[in-house]
Structures are given as structure tokens and as C-alpha cells.
């Protein structure tokens, strides 16, 4: 890995980011796996609204979601689904 915080991390052979920046991880939407940007830190931004109500945690993720990732707009709910799938999933664990 070359660069620094200044300049931006990039792998030192190829160019591109290196393996520990990524943020991405991968969730299956709609029977394909897909690449979501900063997954984790849009579900930890939710979890700290300590909303109730599925259809409001759904609402804030897709938000989240949208800011770094281009959801299809006829695939909105699929992706819901997904997310609040993830959600619960991550909520179990850190109980």
C-alpha cells in the first residue's frame, strides 16, 4: 500500500484500493449478490436513532444506502428487504 491520509491510500502495483480501505460488502438482493459501500457504518448510524418501527429503520438504511450506491428504483424494496435482513442480523449479534 503507498499514499497517506493526505493524498489518499491507493495499492502501490496496481493502483487501485488497496484490500484493507474497502468498504464494501456484499449482500444478496434480489437473488444476486451485491456490493454495498459502507455497509457497516450506515447500519451503526441507524441502530444509534434506536427507531422502532421496521418501516422507519427500512426508510433511514435505503437513505443511507443511496448516498454511497445507486439503487435501482424498481428494485427499492428488494433492497429494503435486504438491508432490514442485515439489520436484524447485526442486532442479534451485539445484544
Known amino acids: 500500500m503507498a ?3 493526505k493524498d489518499g491510500y491507493y495499492c502501490s502495483i496496481c493502483g487501485g ?8 460488502r456484499q449482500l444478496c438482493i434480489d437473488g444476486k449478490e ?3 459501500d459502507h455497509l457497516d457504518s450506515i447500519i451503526a ?6 427507531l422502532t418501527q421496521d418501516s ?3 426508510l433511514e438504511l435505503i437513505k443511507r444506502v443511496n448516498v454511497f450506491n ?3 428504483s ?4 428488494q433492497y429494503k428487504d435486504a438491508l ?9 449479534h451485539h445484544v
Open 70 to 72: 445507486y439503487v435501482p
Open 34 to 36: 451485491t456490493g454495498i
Open 3 to 5: 499514499g497517506d491520509e
Open 17 to 24: 484500493i488497496p484490500p484493507d480501505k474497502i468498504k464494501t
Open 84 to 92: 432490514m435482513k442485515e439489520y436484524k442480523a447485526t442486532m442479534e
Open 45 to 50: 448510524e441507524v441502530k444509534k436513532l434506536r
Open 56 to 58: 422507519d429503520i427500512a
Open 74 to 77: 424498481k428494485k427499492t424494496e
